[in-house]
Structure formats: structure tokens, C-alpha cells
């Protein structure tokens, strides 16, 4: 008999295959979408335009089976035009609803930072809710619904900071960059060659299968403390050793930020075909988890220093399980 997670992996990787068909390189990034999808949580990617990111969300839900949206935001944007709104019907005399774009498995925020507050706080409980109130009534989004939203750090005209929080609600913050010359060499004969037609190699009832199997992925209370240090240590430096770094931050992670680790790290073993975690699954996360928390202090933009650096100091100061998870318990074990 095939171990599950042995099975998920193998189903994780057709679907990853048929998304390498049409977006080349990117795998960090791909990888983080996935695990986003797992964990049910919501993604913020920052990178310049043109770096795939709409065609790899696009791809993905064609091969998962999944309904796919794309906001463009901008200054002049409503909440209406997010959620929907009631629609006067002059024949029968009656008021219907109309649901907006925000209904779909898959939605692509563009440029998020580009509308005004009122369509933040629309978007922001549809994020947290899973669901929009029109005039009263409640209308819970399609499960899954993953949210990716975008932002361009090259251009800050015309742009609102996000409040706080609602960037605390995305799970991670993924930095994409520019493909090696090789990767372009490749999407620059991809795109001019003949179109790839993509097969759905999962459906929706699959991945709710496997947001529950990620879910009850084993991970070990010492990981799970260890996650409580590293979040800990970004609010309360001087008690983890990192007293030199505590004048460069405002206010630290929030506890969402911990449930994060642990939920990503599970998604993340469960890719890797373990029913278990391990530090390296908790590890490489850390970076996108914690970059959009942190608040700088003022001391810290004058002097150019960013978040990824104050996450590197805490990753080096603060010590991980004596004893690290080599294997899972014999109940999570294949």
C-alpha cells in the first residue's frame, strides 16, 4: 500500500510539472504558492513587472481545476467593485445581487497598494472572513480561496501604504527576481514557440484532501517552541542576546507569524513526502514569514538596513532544539 505522503508529493509534483510547462525558473516562488495553498493562507509578492506572476497563479489554477481572477487595483477603486453589490431589477421591481470578482479560488490582487483604504478593508475581511457582506447578507467565498497580491517596489507615486493590519493577514512575503540568462533564453523561446495547452491533474476536492493531510502533519513541540523564540525574538531582542538590534525595530511579529511557521513548515514537509517536520521545513520559511512584520524603526531606514538582515541576526542568534527532529513518531511514519 502507497504511503499518503508519498502519494501527495507525487500529486504535488505533477501538478508543479504542468506548471514548469509554461513558467520557466521561479521554483522558490512556485514552491511558496504551494505552500500557501496547503496552509490556506495568502501570499504578498513583491517583484518588478513582467516576472510571470499572473501567468503563474493563472497556470496554477488550470491545474488544479480552480476558478482564477485578476484585480487591477487602482486610486479611483470601490469595494463594490471587489465584493459586488445589490443590482435593481426595474421589471420584477426587486433587488438582486451581484458578486463581484473576489469569488474564485485563485485571486490575483495587482499592485494592491495602489487603491485607497476602502477597498483595503473590503478586501481585508474576505482575507480574514472568507467571506463579504452586501447589504447585510453574508456570501462565504469558493474553498479553497487563496489570495496573491502584488507589488511593484520600483514605483511609489500614487501608491497607499498598506495598513498593518492587513499585511499581518498574508501568510508570507515572497521577493521574486529577475530569471538567469539562461531562464530567459528558455521563456523567450517558450512564449515565441507554439502555445502549451495545460491539463488539470487535480481537482478541487483533492486539494481539500491535502490542506486536511497538511493539517495533521506531526511537528514537534520543540519546533513548534522554537518557532515562539524566533517570533519572540523579534519583539523582545534584548531577552534573546540581539540588544543591538532592538533600536532598529518599531514593534516586532505578531502571534500570527509563529501559527505561520508551524503551518507552513507542515505544508512544507508534506511536499517533501513526510508526514512530519523538521527544522529545515520551519527554517526556510523564516524569511518570508517574518520580512513583512517587522516595523523599522526610523535608525534603521537611515541607516539602509532592511528586515531580510534583522531575520538573518535572529536566525544566527537564536538557538535551535537541542535534540532536532531527525525522523517523525512511529504513528507519523510511512
Do not use: W
Not at 504535488?12 to 493562507?41: T, W
Not at 482575507?127 to 463579504?132: A, C, I, K, S
Not at 453574508?138 to 511609489?156: G, K, L, Y
Not at 500570527?256 to 508551524?262: G, K, Q, S, Y
Amino acid at each position: 500500500m502507497q504511503d499518503p505522503s508519498v502519494a501527495t508529493a507525487s500529486l504535488m509534483e505533477r501538478v508543479l510539472y504542468e506548471v514548469k510547462r509554461v513558467v520557466v525558473g521561479q521554483d522558490r516562488f512556485l514552491e511558496r504558492v504551494l505552500v500557501a495553498l496547503l496552509a490556506q493562507g495568502h501570499l504578498l509578492v513583491e517583484g518588478v513587472p513582467g516576472l510571470a506572476k499572473t501567468l503563474t497563479v493563472k497556470t496554477l489554477a488550470r491545474a488544479i481545476h480552480g476558478s482564477f481572477k485578476r484585480i487591477q487595483f487602482t486610486p479611483d477603486l470601490v469595494p463594490a467593485d471587489l465584493v459586488g453589490t445589490r443590482v435593481y431589477n426595474q421589471r420584477s421591481g426587486e433587488f438582486s445581487t451581484a458578486l463581484g470578482p473576489v469569488f474564485a479560488n485563485l485571486l490575483l490582487a495587482d499592485e494592491i497598494n495602489r487603491a485607497p483604504a476602502k477597498v483595503q478593508s473590503a478586501l481585508l475581511e474576505v482575507m480574514q472572513e472568507r467571506q463579504v457582506t452586501i447589504a447585510g447578507e453574508s456570501h462565504p467565498v469558493p474553498d479553497p480561496f487563496v489570495v496573491m497580491a502584488t507589488q511593484n517596489p520600483i514605483e511609489t507615486e500614487g501608491t497607499y501604504p498598506l495598513p498593518e493590519a492587513q499585511v499581518d493577514r498574508f501568510m508570507m512575503k515572497v521577493l521574486v527576481d529577475y530569471p538567469s540568462e539562461e531562464e530567459e533564453f528558455v521563456i523567450a523561446q517558450r512564449v515565441t514557440g507554439a502555445p502549451v495547452t495545460i491539463e488539470a491533474v487535480a481537482d478541487l476536492a483533492q486539494l481539500a484532501a491535502l490542506q486536511r493531510e497538511a493539517r495533521a502533519v506531526y511537528c514537534d513541540p520543540a519546533l513548534v517552541q522554537y518557532a515562539v523564540r524566533l517570533v519572540g525574538a523579534t519583539r523582545r531582542p534584548q531577552g534573546h542576546g540581539l540588544a543591538e538590534i532592538a533600536p532598529l525595530l518599531s514593534y516586532g511579529a505578531s502571534p500570527r507569524a509563529t501559527i505561520a511557521l508551524v503551518e507552513g513548515a507542515k505544508a512544507l514537509a508534506l511536499m517533501r513526502g513526510r508526514r512530519y517536520a523538521l527544522r529545515e521545513d520551519l527554517v526556510d520559511l523564516v524569511p518570508d514569514v517574518l520580512r513583512h512584520r517587522l516595523v523599522l524603526s526610523y535608525e534603521a531606514l537611515a541607516s539602509n538596513v532592511d528586515a531580510d538582515a534583522l531575520v538573518q541576526r535572529v536566525l544566527a542568534q537564536v538557538a535551535p532544539p537541542e535534540r532536532p527532529l531527525a525522523q517523525g513518531p512511529q504513528g507519523a511514519r510511512g
